[in-house]
T-cell receptor
Framework: AQTVTQSQPEMSVQEAETVTLSCTYDTSESNYYLFWYKQPPSRQMILVIRQEAYKQQNATENRFSVNFQKAAKSFSLKISDSQLGDTAMYFCAFILASGTYKYIFGTGTRLKVLA | SAVISQKPSRDICQRGTSLTIQCQVDSQVTMMFWYRQQPGQSLTLIATANQGSEATYESGFVIDKFPISRPNLTFSTLTVSNMSPEDSSIYLC?????????????FGEGSRLTVL
């Protein structure tokens, strides 16, 4: 069975600084996708970034980037130049690449960006 | 992409009653899911809502407690039956639109239920 672990329940960062959110996962499969989702206080979750396991290159989306270490089963999210609008709950998630959409979510990290 | 509307956004319910949550999508989607997000916990998949057939439930969730309807490709309902305080949670509708990035889910804003 697959598991996703986020060991940081809460974090804070000063505006314009950089913060890294940690995520580890466990699976015996080789083909899968990893995601970071953001859930602002309004509660609608949106996709931040996605990584295919077969790709060695780390995904990047503007100020958001990941450090994907497949052997270590680690998938951290780096937010550069943090903005107040980045304040949210961040969930790390995993699905197999078989198309079942059976997501495994971590417990989330609540990030607060301080002015 | 997909825009998802959920109703109600929040409600306070009495023990033993049932509540139906509606999920409306602005486009036809094949895959639609219902999640539960308990306070301080992760999201847990309740079931996959199948159009024209019975929903597929995950382990620990049963149709009698969480009946789901999916009459067409844009609409679904989740009923939380015979509620107890343990059912207090946020219930989220999500969809995987065709043409979206592989694996991406779109979520509604959720329905926050409090059972007294």
């Amino acid at each position: 069975a697959q598991t996703v672990t986020q060991s940081q329940p809460e974090m804070s960062v000063q505006e314009a600084e950089t913060v890294t959110l940690s995520c580890t996962y466990d699976t015996s499969e080789s083909n899968y996708y990893l995601f970071w989702y953001k859930q602002p206080p309004s509660r609608q979750m949106i996709l931040v970034i996605r990584q295919e396991a077969y790709k060695q290159q780390n995904a990047t989306e503007n100020r958001f980037s990941v450090n994907f270490q497949k052997a270590a089963k680690s998938f951290s999210l780096k937010i550069s130049d943090s903005q107040l609008g980045d304040t949210a709950m961040y969930f790390c998630a995993f699905i197999l690449a078989s198309g079942t959409y059976k997501y495994i979510f971590g417990t989330g990290t609540r990030l607060k960006v301080l002015a | 992409s997909a825009v998802i509307s959920q109703k109600p956004s929040r409600d306070i319910c009495q023990r033993g009653t049932s509540l139906t949550i509606q999920c409306q999508v602005d486009s036809q989607v094949t895959m639609m899911f219902w999640y539960r997000q308990q306070p301080g916990q992760s999201l847990t998949l309740i079931a996959t809502a199948n159009q024209g057939s019975e929903a597929t439930y995950e382990s620990g969730f049963v149709i009698d407690k969480f009946p789901i309807s999916r009459p067409n490709l844009t609409f679904s309902t989740l009923t939380v039956s015979n509620m107890s305080p343990e059912d207090s949670s946020i219930y989220l509708c999500s969809v995987a639109p065709s043409g979206a990035v592989t694996g991406e889910l779109f979520f509604g804003e959720g329905s926050r239920l409090t059972v007294l």
